[in-house]
């Protein structure tokens, strides 16, 4: 993972990227629903376990993967 992809750090996360989140529900298994930020909802710039967004489709939770979409990673959806 770059710098650039890091789900980290806030800068790294714009509306309309696609990425890959873990709901507080997947916590335990680490499954991830990937689509598109909606909203960003962590104010500070870091957190260690992710930045938190809200999905287009309504879901919730923190960034893991941040998708290259020029690779054609298609995300996983729960």
Not at 5 to 17: M, S, V
Not at 42 to 60: F, Q
């Amino acid at each position: 993972m770059t710098p650039d992809e890091d789900g980290r750090w806030r800068r790294n996360i714009h509306t309309g990227d696609l990425v890959k989140i873990v709901r507080k529900k997947d916590q335990g298994s680490g499954m991830c629903t990937g689509g598109r930020v909606q909203e960003i909802l962590t104010n500070s710039a870091y957190h260690p376990h992710g930045i938190k967004v809200r999905l287009a489709d309504g879901s919730v939770g923190r960034v893991q993967e941040i998708v290259d979409e020029k690779q054609g990673d298609v995300p996983s959806h729960g």
